[in-house]
């Protein structure tokens, strides 16, 4: 019978902090499982939650010192990993608009306060998509942000195309609660959102 593995204890991570390798190794080690479990269980896909991972041990190797209790390495780890997670969605939430076609007049270059909202909108969707029940927050980027076709969808979700499209509309439907419930003024003027409407339906296939 195998032995779940553990964190590693208070001591161990005492002299990781204090400058010893071989400590600073096991640690690392041993919490590589753990970690790989909080992102598999935060993250959009296997891809964002290995990135996620390896981000999150390359913090823990560099600034374990800056880690104030040695009791918390798991705590720390686990907001490291979840920052890493949305960091994923916001970079794709907010990517920039298709460049114009050659020859054509390009857009408007945005004011500093155009760009500044557009931050906060993309800051505030991310959190809420990454608030989203894991296998919500998996259906909605997938489609809805990365644009994927909706039978590659869902088929790298081991679901039927009408349990792909049901458990999008239910993401949808969630995440436009969650936005309306925290909608700024400025949302409300722009009028601008990234996720279809529910009653949209899934029309492309």
Known sequence: MNRPFSWPDERLVRAAQDG???????????????????????????????????????????????????????????????????RQVRLLVARPEEPAAAGAEGPAEPSAEEAVLHRLEAERIAAAVGALPREQRQVLIMRDVQGLPGRTVAHALGLSNAAMKSRL?????????????????????????????????????
Request: glycine letters at 4%; hydrophobic letters at 40%.
């Open 20 to 86: 010893d390798v071989a400590s600073l190794t096991t640690v690392v080690m041993e919490s590589q499982p753990h970690v790989r479990k909080f992102a598999r269980s935060l993250c959009a896909s296997p891809q964002d939650a290995e990135d996620a991972a390896q981000e999150a041990l390359i913090i823990l190797y560099r600034k374990i010192g800056t880690l104030r209790a040695s009791g918390a390495l798991a705590s720390w780890m686990f907001r490291i990993v979840r920052n890493e997670c949305l």
């Open 169 to 205: 509309h239910r993401a949808r439907a969630a995440l436009r609660h969650s936005l309306a419930v925290t909608d700024p003024p400025s949302a409300r003027a722009t009028g601008r959102t990234t996720v279809p409407r529910p009653d949209e339906g899934d029309p492309r296939p």
